[in-house]
């Protein structure tokens, strides 16, 4: 059988981490995705502007490049800001950049900019008929959102939103890198300790795999509700 | 070449980060990446083509393999495949008394390996859904010509998936350029090693990675400006006639 040469706690502890952390990262790009396609739909020339710089740069560079710039230059920013509070205003505030927080903003601001594509292609096929309809029912544009665009729009994204969640899953790994005791991580510090790097990387796939096979049936339970009333498409 | 030493000296006179000798790191990054990823679309890309044609195969044992090799591909994180790579390959029964072994136990070839794998499994996917997608009607054509399965493949189905799956192998090309990155893990010097190593030698995080991320966003641009010119080419006949 399997032996993990007692790795095995720690490797399920960096599977946690890594759930945990592609779950925030979801929730967190999902929100800068909506916001970003609202920006990038809004008729301000500076939000829309703002919106398709940020998609075009995020999109244009590789995660790996723009999580070292955060994590490494993050922590920088940071201490100058609270350098400049202390000197200015003699207020003394020192924010440690931890590494879990880093990887999730990270990470989050990466796919919210994939996200915000995803949105905005989601809404512009809502059919303009149905708010219309809701305007007439005298509907506030909170509750349209809430009741017509969202659900209406949800049925569209689907696909996409479930492909940028594998990519989203899979770009995890990389946060070993920068310091986080994920998964990936634990598995190559064991592969060197041990000699044995097929003991613990392919437990590790199958672990990506078993990941994604879930979520893969998941999205499909959602795409049947979502697709509800509009027979198949 | 000495006036434009010159004029670089000049350019970069009083510059601590960005000196002559730092811009040949990020320049033999450069050549380091676009070696790899060059090598490893175009390996990814022959070895596709068949794997994409067995992947539509009538018969089970001959298409699950292939779509059991492109799921694990694509299931699993780029890292962790060349993390199995590039340590395992040590273990590999015979290997180190082959005559791969002095190119094997380089980081380059085991990352080469590694991106060929992973860039391949995706491509059979799109080639797979472009063959899919060809009308039923140009291959019942084809055969009320009198032409093999073969010729079929060769003069009907494979030309014409090739331009549907272009837009795709596009985003494919483009994503490989930035998963390159990841080989800076393995200590390979590409653009990312270049840029982690001006950053630990002069702690200027801001200055050495946005430098490798413009270098990468030029990159991104030439390679979707390029993509779209060969989409306007090849796929002209698609166009709507009376488009602005």
Redesign the interface.
């Known amino acids: 059988m399997l032996d993990l040469q007692g790795y095995g706690p720690r490797l399920l502890e960096g599977a946690g981490v890594t759930i945990q952390l592609a779950v925030l990262s979801l929730i967190l790009a999902v929100l800068l995705g909506l916001l970003t396609a609202s920006a990038k739909m809004s008729r301000s020339w500076l939000l829309h502007r703002t919106a398709t710089l940020y998609t075009t740069?995020i999109?244009?560079?590789?995660?790996?490049?723009?999580m070292?710039?955060l994590f490494?230059?993050g922590q920088?920013g940071l201490n100058l800001l609270t350098d400049k509070l202390y000197d200015q205003f003699g207020v003394d505030w020192y924010i440690d950049l931890n590494a879990f927080v880093a990887g999730v903003i990270t990470i989050g601001f990466i796919f919210g900019a994939y996200m915000g594509e995803t949105f905005r292609g989601a809404f512009m096929a809502v059919d303009h008929g149905q708010i219309e309809a809701a305007k007439a029912y005298g509907m506030g544009s909170w509750l349209v959102f809430r009741r017509i665009r969202f659900p209406l729009m949800m049925r569209h994204a689907l696909p996409g939103l479930s492909n940028n969640w594998?990519v989203l899953l899979?770009?995890?790994?990389?946060v070993?890198?920068i310091g986080l005791t994920d998964m990936?991580r634990v598995?190559?510090e064991a592969?060197?300790a041990t000699?044995e790097?097929?003991t613990f990387?392919?437990p590790?796939?199958v672990i990506?795999?078993l990941i994604?096979?879930v979520s893969e049936w998941i999205f499909a339970r959602l795409q049947k509700r979502y697709n509800v009333g509009f027979g198949e498409h | 070449m000495e006036q434009l030493n010159q004029w670089l000296a000049g350019l970069l006179e009083g510059n601590v980060i960005f000196t002559p000798q730092t811009l040949a790191y990020y320049w033999d990054g450069l050549v380091t990446t676009t070696q790899l990823v060059f090598l490893s679309l175009l390996i990814g890309l022959i070895l596709a083509v068949p794997l994409a044609i067995l992947r539509g195969s009538k018969h089970r044992w001959i298409k699950l393999p292939v779509y059991f090799y492109t799921?694990?591909f694509r299931?699993?994180?780029?890292?962790?495949?060349l993390?199995?790579i590039y340590?395992?390959v040590v273990?590999v029964d015979g290997i180190q008394e082959s005559f791969l072994w002095p190119l094997l136990r380089e980081a380059f070839y085991p990352a080469l390996i590694a991106f060929t794998l992973n860039t391949a499994a995706y491509t059979t996917e799109i080639f797979h859904g472009a063959i899919k997608a060809t009308s039923r009607g140009e291959i019942e054509a084809a055969r009320a010509y009198g032409m093999s399965q073969a010729l079929t493949m060769r003069r009907i189905i494979l030309p014409s998936a090739f331009r549907r799956a272009l837009p795709a192998y596009g985003n494919e090309v483009i994503f490989m350029?930035?998963?390159?990155?990841?080989a800076?893990?393995v200590t390979l010097m590409d653009i990312?090693g270049a840029?982690?190593f001006v950053?630990a030698r002069y702690y200027a995080?801001?200055e050495a990675?946005?430098f490798?991320?413009a270098i990468?966003?030029c990159l991104?641009?030439a390679i979707l400006y390029l993509f779209r010119y060969l989409e306007k080419r090849l796929l002209a006949h698609l166009k709507p006639l009376s488009g602005n």
């Open positions: 740069l999109r244009g560079v590789p995660d790996l490049v723009l070292m710039l490494f230059g920088m594998m899979k770009t995890t790994a990389l070993s890198v990936v598995a190559a592969s060197r000699h790097p097929f990387l392919i590790v796939a990506y795999l994604a096979s | 799921y694990v299931g699993t994180p780029l890292l962790v495949q993390y199995i340590y395992g273990f350029l930035h998963a390159s990155a990841i800076s893990v990312t840029a982690r950053y995080p801001f990675f946005i490798a991320a990468y966003l991104t641009f």
